[in-house]
């Protein structure tokens, strides 16, 4: 794979990440030129990853005293950057937390076995259930950090979209600016379709096609975020399409329209059919009964994509079609079902 070549420095510039944020202290005035991987990305995005392990709360702190500034004046958190804008980053003087936990040579493999489609625009990746898209909340590290780490030489890759950590499935990284912003234009204009395989509970009718929704985000008391069905909510628009069923189950491929959070798992709900091991969706009775039967995960797949690939680097921008196949513990409980449906079947003759 070709090492992307780095853009020449402009004489006191950092056009980098810092390369610790394990001093307890960082100090001194940074100007930092933006390059052209950086054009068009927030101000603090761009924060996060010059400043490594400083807390999101310090940068937006010193963001809102007007101490960073770009070309002299003062910006906002989502002020977007353009190339050759000069970033003053001041000196931070808060404690902050020791260097990020790096994933190790083992994670880093796997993720790279994971990957399904990749050019010198972007990558796809197969992402394994139960691990998230990026660190955070208590998590060390998530796919987008392995895939850096795994990396080092790769100066640009970014997450274009998101997918809940308990779902498996096609995830795209780009590996230019360029590339992100023309892949979340595509995403939201609806250029892009989305296909993901769910297990849900019960018998899916045939003619049920189509939940058009509004959604609506809360809060439980316990502070965990949740989703449901409101009003005055969101409009929410999923297509369904039955595949197959089996004896209390059934397996639908449902493409959202809209791109809300949980979208699939609650329109799923609403039609009286949650997915099979949503902890969180899924009424307890059934949930039992789906983990007594070998059930181990949220049964969400994301299965296909349908995308326009960025132009350039000989690329003319061709539509293609990319699939993820199931992992085992997702195929495995399928082929079970499988298996009881055919020795009933065989039964009965």
């Not at 005293?65 to 353009?82: A, H, I, S």
């Not at 780009?174 to 296909?195: I, N, P, V």
């Not at 709900?269 to 995960?297: C, E, N, T």
Request: net charge positive; charged share 30%.
């Amino acid at each position: 794979m070709p090492v992307t070549r780095k853009q020449p420095r402009r004489p006191g510039s950092q056009a980098s990440p810092a390369p610790s944020a394990a001093a307890a202290e960082r100090k001194g005035v940074q100007r930092v030129v933006v390059g052209e991987d950086n054009d068009g990305q927030r101000v603090d995005n761009f924060l996060l990853a010059q400043l490594r392990g400083v807390p999101k709360s310090v940068i937006y702190r010193v963001v809102r005293k007007g101490e960073v500034r770009v070309n002299k004046g003062r910006v906002k958190p989502d002020t977007r950057l353009r190339q050759g804008d000069e970033v003053r980053i001041p000196p931070i003087t808060q404690k902050v937390r020791e260097a990020p936990v790096v994933p190790g040579s083992r994670v880093q493999s796997v993720m790279e076995g994971a990957i399904v489609f990749e050019n010198e625009q972007m990558l796809v990746v197969n992402k394994p259930s139960g691990i998230a898209v990026h660190g955070g909340s208590g998590l060390d590290f998530g796919l987008i950090e392995v895939l850096r780490a795994a990396r080092p030489e790769q100066r640009f890759l970014e997450l274009v979209h998101r997918l809940d950590r308990d779902t498996s499935g096609l995830v795209m990284v780009a590996k230019k600016r360029s590339a992100l912003r023309f892949l979340q234009d595509e995403l939201r204009h609806r250029r892009m379709r989305k296909y993901y395989h769910a297990l849900v509970v019960g018998s899916w009718p045939a003619g049920l096609d189509r939940v058009d929704v509004p959604l609506q985000r809360f809060e439980l008391k316990s502070g965990e975020r949740r989703v449901r069905v409101d009003n005055e909510g969101k409009a929410s628009l999923t297509t369904f399409r039955l595949l197959d069923s089996w004896p209390g189950y059934s397996l639908v491929e449902a493409s959202p329209v809209t791109g809300r959070t949980h979208q699939i798992r609650v329109h799923s709900v609403w039609a009286g059919h949650p997915i099979a091991g949503d902890d969180k969706y899924m009424d307890d009775a059934s949930l039992r009964a789906f983990r007594a039967a070998g059930g181990q995960r949220l049964m969400l797949h994301a299965r296909a994509l349908e995308i326009t690939l960025p132009a350039g680097d000989g690329n003319p921008g061709e539509r293609i079609r990319l699939e993820a196949p199931y992992d085992e513990a997702f195929g495995g409980f399928l082929a079970k079902l499988d298996a009881v449906k055919g020795s009933s079947a065989g039964g009965g003759q």
